[in-house]
T-cell receptor, first 115, second 110 residues
C-alpha cells in the first residue's frame, strides 16, 4: 500500500530538548510539506521541499529545521528555540508543488507534548 | 487575519439534514481544495476546484467555486454520522505555498 507514515503517533519531551519527527512516503512524490495544527488556527506551513537537498521556509519556520537527503524522507526537528512546540504535526506530500494544482496526501500526524 | 475564512466554525445537525459550509478568500483563488479530518488524524482529500463556476460532487458532498473565484461552498445532502469531522478548505498561493482555513467542525446527531 502506498502512503505516508509518521512516527511516533504521540511524543513527549522535556523543555529544552530537541526532538525529531519522522515522515516517510512511498508514493514517489517530489514535494513534501510539514504543517503544524493548533486548536482554532487550522494548519500552518512550517517547511516544504520540492526536490532532494532543497527546502524552503513556510510561514512559521522559526525554531524548526528539516532535511531532505532522500526523496522518501523529510524529517522535522523541533528545536529548543521553538517557544511553543506542543502541537499536532502533519506531514504531506504531492506529485509537484501545490502551486501546480496537485492535491496533497497527508500522514496520520504526530502529537508532540513538551513539558 | 486569516486569508481563508470558514463559516460556520462549528455545526451540529440532526442526521438526514442538509448543510452548507463556506470558505471565503480575501484574494482571488487559483485553486481551492476541500479536505476532511477526523479528530487527531490526518486530512483526507475530498475535491479540488479550479475554474470559476466549477462544481464537483462525490457521493452526497458537492462543492462549488463561485464565478469571481473568491468563495467556495461545500454542501452535504442528507447528512450521516459518517460525515462528522472537521472540514478544511485550502488554497494554493503564488510561490508554490499552500494555506488552509481554520476549519469547520461538524457533528451529526443520530
Amino acid at each position: 500500500d502506498g502512503g505516508i507514515t509518521q512516527s511516533p503517533k504521540y511524543l513527549f519531551r522535556k523543555e529544552g530538548q530537541n526532538v525529531t519527527l519522522s515522515c516517510e512516503q512511498n508514493l514517489n512524490h517530489d514535494a513534501m510539506y510539514w504543517y503544524r495544527q493548533d486548536p482554532g488556527q487550522g494548519l500552518r506551513l512550517i517547511y516544504y521541499s520540492q526536490i532532494v537537498n532543497d527546502f524552503q521556509k513556510g510561514d512559521i519556520a522559526e525554531g524548526y529545521s528539516v532535511s531532505r537527503e532522500k526523496k522518501e524522507s523529510f524529517p522535522l526537528t523541533v528545536t529548543s528555540a521553538q517557544k511553543n512546540p506542543t502541537a499536532f504535526y502533519l506531514c504531506a506530500s504531492s506529485i509537484g508543488l501545490a502551486g501546480g494544482m496537485y492535491e496533497q496526501y497527508f500522514g496520520p500526524g504526530t502529537r508532540l507534548t513538551v513539558t | 487575519s486569516q486569508e481563508l475564512e470558514q463559516s460556520p466554525q462549528s455545526l451540529i445537525v440532526q442526521e438526514g439534514k442538509n448543510l452548507t459550509i463556506n470558505c471565503t478568500s480575501s484574494k482571488t483563488l487559483y485553486g481551492l481544495y476541500w479536505y476532511k479530518q477526523k479528530y487527531g488524524e490526518g486530512l483526507i482529500f475530498l475535491m479540488m476546484l479550479q475554474k470559476g463556476g466549477e462544481e464537483k460532487s462525490h457521493e452526497k458532498i458537492t462543492a462549488k467555486l463561485d464565478e469571481k473565484k473568491q468563495q467556495s461552498s461545500l454542501h452535504i445532502t442528507a447528512s450521516q454520522p459518517s460525515h462528522a469531522g472537521i472540514y478544511l478548505c485550502g488554497a494554493a498561493r503564488t510561490g508554490n505555498q499552500f494555506y488552509f482555513g481554520t476549519g469547520t467542525s461538524l457533528t451529526v446527531i443520530p
